[in-house]
């Protein structure tokens, strides 16, 4: 594989049937939840509305991350998402509104590489979870490579978020949800990766789970905003 990173010229904008279909489930689904049910917070500063592309990293703990972190992020992100979740009969639709990709878990799904590539020339955010699974501590444990491998691919830069709590208002293999407060922290964007050998790759995911990590313990957001409501 070659050893350059081309930075994409993406659409100002995500299109317009995305941009409906975002903004209908934020505003009708996901916000009320968020903000009522949680008492969700954003803190640090998400990409502007029409800026450039990220490769948005994530710890997972929960179900509930890829809708809330789309929420918070203000702008519509497509995740690589397990392909088990597009059976789940309440979540399968709202992950696909939201723009979600399929990925075969332990396996290098370059179809939903492709596709991620694709989304972030459209103009979206890509959303990935580090770890790839959920995690019952909340935190990243075990990195993987596949953001690390699309920024360097894409010469698009790490936006590294963490989601507090997730973990212990849905739980895996809980059957309700605990009402507790979610917050969604935004840190300092991460640039891309220069190349791709396994020792670029492994030093860059895990500088983002140290980062992740840092940010659920209460770490600063150097150069963002102050905390503002979702």
């Known amino acids: 594989m070659g050893q350059d990173n081309r930075p994409l010229q993406p659409a100002p904008v995500v299109p317009r049937c995305a941009r409906i279909s975002y903004w209908l489930l934020r505003t009708l689904v996901v916000n009320p939840l968020f903000r009522l049910a949680f008492r969700g917070w954003?803190?640090?500063?998400?990409?502007?509305?029409?800026?450039?592309?990220?490769v948005v990293v994530a710890n997972h703990g929960?179900?509930?991350d890829p809708p809330l972190l789309s929420c918070a992020m203000g702008r519509p992100v497509s995740f690589m998402a397990k392909q088990e979740l597009f059976r789940v009969p309440v979540l399968a639709p709202l992950i696909r509104g939201l723009g979600a990709v399929p990925v075969?878990?332990?396996h290098v799904d370059r179809r939903a590489l492709d596709h991620c590539l694709a989304q972030l020339q459209r103009g979206w955010l890509v959303?990935?979870?580090l770890d790839g699974t959920r995690r019952a501590t909340g935190r990243v444990e075990r990195p993987r490579h596949g953001a690390a491998l699309l920024a360097q691919r894409s010469g698009c830069p790490l936006l590294p978020v963490a989601i507090l709590n997730s973990h212990r208002a849905l739980s895996s293999g809980s059957t309700g949800l605990k009402l507790v407060n979610i917050t969604v922290r935004i840190g300092a964007p991460i640039p891309?990766?220069?190349?791709?050998d396994r020792q670029t790759m492994e030093t860059t995911s895990q500088r983002c789970a140290a980062v992740i990590n840092g940010l659920l313990t209460g770490a600063p957001l150097p150069g963002f905003g102050p905390k503002q409501a979702s």
Not at 48 to 54: A, E, M, S
Not at 192 to 196: G, L, Y
């Open 192 to 196: 891309a990766p220069a190349n791709r």
């Open 104 to 106: 075969r878990r332990g």
């Open 42 to 54: 954003v803190e640090g500063r998400p990409p502007p509305y029409r800026g450039g592309p990220y």
């Open 127 to 129: 959303g990935v979870f």
């Open 62 to 64: 929960s179900y509930l």
